[in-house]
Nanobody, 120 residues
Framework: QVQLVESGGGLVQAGGSLRLSCAAS????????MGWFRQAPGKERELVAA????????YYADSVKGRFTISRDNAKRMGYLQMDSLKPEDTAVYYC?????????????WGQGTQVTVSS
């Protein structure tokens, strides 16, 4: 089993920044992609960003390109999502996902989520 735990969410004003972290533990594949998703109230979950094991390939949703940056530290088994220039529409629960089944959208393991609220 693999456990993923997100942290770093909170309340921030529009234009501000937050950095989400995802800590992985347990048995994982030797190499695995990671993704960040979000789900706002009344909306479907959407993929925000994804990164391969090596970091050589990334994916960003159009709505966050140029504002969010995904990264990872494999030695620490950590993933990160740096969110800059936040907008009220970025408000959602953000989930970390690991071990992609199909790049970049499908994953085997999920964290419990962390709330991000952006005030106007």
């Amino acid at each position: 089993q693999v456990q993923l735990v997100e942290s770093g969410g909170g309340l921030v004003q529009a234009g501000g920044s937050l950095r989400l972290s995802c800590a992985a533990s347990g048995r994982t594949g030797s190499t695995y992609a990671m993704g960040w998703f979000r789900q706002a109230p009344g909306k479907e979950r959407e993929l925000v960003a994804a990164i391969t094991w090596s970091g050589s390939r990334t994916y960003y949703a159009d709505s966050v390109k140029g504002r969010f940056t995904i990264s990872r530290d494999n030695a620490k088994r950590m993933g990160y999502l740096q969110m800059d220039s936040l907008k009220p529409e970025d408000t959602a629960v953000y989930y970390c996902a690991g071990e992609s089944i199909r790049w970049p959208n499908e994953y085997s393991y999920w964290g419990q989520g962390t709330q991000v609220t952006v005030s106007s």
